[in-house]
């Protein structure tokens, strides 16, 4: 234990962020240089707050089974050097989940239960930050090689932590992305503000120094690609990492206008531009009243990008009503609560609205949307239903989707190899990431639906131990969760 009166005599602090008239006006990370090097003044008091419990709960929240309580510990005794290396005992990216993990292993902490609980995230995001700047962070190449070779589809990070897993382990790992650049949601799906693709670029060359082949622009399953049948004749295996991304779309009156997107359609074009890379036809809230329907993650994601475009307004409406500040009485410790959250975009501008539904999207003269009714709602029978008298029309020139995402496309290469589905769409497994075509793999929310980053990290993990297995008869690999384990829910 560090500090063994920590987590009574010190307050929880965390960094604080860039003022916000400064940081709406660019597309940096939203913590002065980064949040890493921002936190560090006060992290080594941070983490003495954490108490070595006997039995650390903080393990139970995280899915990777990080060691919380080691690296707490090694940073409250200014050993860096041993913190890093206990932090990618079980992470392969920890600079991802300390940007972008909701950090469920906080609401699990067990000082957490009558106090503040311990800044896990932020000691995390230290850790490897303060790695990478002291070049600590270098490629660890296979000993020998096994001559087997496995084709990875998606390149977001369940697809990354198997390629790497599986090349550290000797096998030849070529990963296939359809977009332009690798990276999945990282990269065009996460604003900058969010986690600057410096930080992606930096992990993926050290994945090629350690043997991992890159190949973005490479749409596998369609006409001008390799078939699933061509993957099959090429490569010992294959690994399905091509994530939930079949929206979830909001069919009322008025869909059909124009001005009405998906958040996807949204968001990748507006991190191409931030980046320096043209875009025809943009979509942007530039000057317009925006309307964001979907309270989560990424909502805020299309908030924050339409501050910083300059929306004349942001309005975004979730159908739930409004969490209380405090852990509600039917989600008690260790699960992960649906409390009030405010994010760095939610700082920034915007209004939120609670327990309310679109019902029909209205036009102008030209097809274009203007406003939309909504009403607000109450849960009865079972479903929500809207309370008479409320209806009321809001002005909206630019309608974004943020409603998630309903399982993986179908089309295309999940038809070609003719893997099974489950009853939710997604690519059925069994407890090895097999799937029901002999040598093919799948991991991260093509197979558990839309998930946490945090997840689909251990998912390619827990994937590569299979895939591994296939090939050699056994793995040494880790497997830090099974494809039906579930977050710790009430």
């Known amino acids: 234990m560090a500090d063994p009166k920590g987590f009574m005599t010190t307050p929880r602090e965390v960094a604080e962020r860039r003022p916000v008239a400064e940081r709406v006006h660019d597309w940096n990370e939203v913590y002065p240089e980064s949040p890493g090097k921002a936190v560090l003044p006060i992290i080594g008091l941070q983490a003495g707050r954490c108490m070595d419990c006997g039995i650390p709960f903080c393990h139970q929240g995280c899915p990777l089974g990080n060691l919380i309580p080691e690296w707490n510990d090694l940073v409250w005794r200014d050993d860096w050097r041993g913190a890093t290396d206990r932090l990618h005992a079980t992470n392969n990216f920890p600079e991802f989940t300390g940007r972008l993990c909701p950090a469920p292993c906080e609401t699990a902490c067990v000082v957490g239960i009558n106090r503040d609980p311990v800044t896990i995230k932020n000691v995390e995001v230290a850790i490897i930050d303060r790695a990478w700047s002291d070049r600590r962070v270098t490629a660890v190449t296979p000993e020998w090689h096994t001559g087997k070779t496995i084709a990875v589809i998606g390149s977001g990070p369940a697809g990354l932590a198997a390629a790497q897993q599986l090349t550290r382990a000797g096998h030849t790992v070529v990963v296939y992305e359809r977009a332009d650049a690798i990276g999945g949601l990282l990269r065009y799906g996460i604003p900058e503000f969010k986690m600057q693709k410096e930080v992606l670029d930096r992990r993926l060359k050290q994945m090629r120094l350690e043997g991992t082949v890159f190949k973005p622009g490479r749409n596998i399953g369609s006409a001008d690609d390799h078939s ?15 994530g939930s991304t079949v929206p979830r779309d909001l069919p009322v009156p008025g869909r059909e206008l124009d001005g009405i997107h998906q958040a996807m359609e949204f968001l990748p074009q507006a991190n191409r531009v931030a980046v320096g890379k043209a875009v025809e036809n943009q979509i942007t809230a530039t000057g317009k009243h925006v309307v964001i329907i979907g309270g989560g993650d990424t909502g805020a994601d299309c908030l924050g990008t339409s501050t910083r475009q300059g929306a004349a307004s942001v309005t975004q409406l979730e159908i739930l009503p409004i969490p209380p500040e405090q852990r509600p009485a039917n989600q008690p410790w260790p699960t992960y609560p649906m409390t009030f959250r405010v994010s760095s975009a939610h700082e920034e501008a915007g209004e939120r609205v609670y327990a309310v539904s679109t019902s029909e999207f209205v036009g102008d003269a030209d097809g274009k949307v203007k406003s939309l009714k909504l009403s607000e709602v109450a849960f009865s029978n079972g479903r929500f239903e809207p309370v008479p008298g409320t209806e009321r029309v809001i002005p909206a ?6 409603m998630g995402f309903v399982g993986p496309e179908k089309a295309g290469l999940v038809e070609q190899l003719g893997v099974d589905l489950d009853p939710r769409g997604n690519v059925a497994r069994d407890e090895n990431y097999a799937t ?55």
Not at 397 to 402: D, K, P, T
Not at 445 to 450: E, H, N, S, Y
Not at 471 to 489: A, H, N
């Open 228 to 242: 699933g049948h061509d993957l099959l004749d090429r490569f010992d295996a294959v690994v399905l990492a091509i």
């Open 436 to 490: 029901s075509v002999p040598g093919v793999f799948a991991c991260g929310d093509a197979g558990r639906g839309q998930s946490l980053i945090v997840w689909a990290i251990a998912e390619g993990r827990s994937c590569a131990n299979g895939v591994d297995a296939y090939l050699q008869g056994r793995s040494r690999l880790p497997k830090p969760i099974l494809p039906t384990e579930r977050p710790m829910m009430a």
């Open 397 to 402: 020139e630019l309608v974004l989707l943020a």
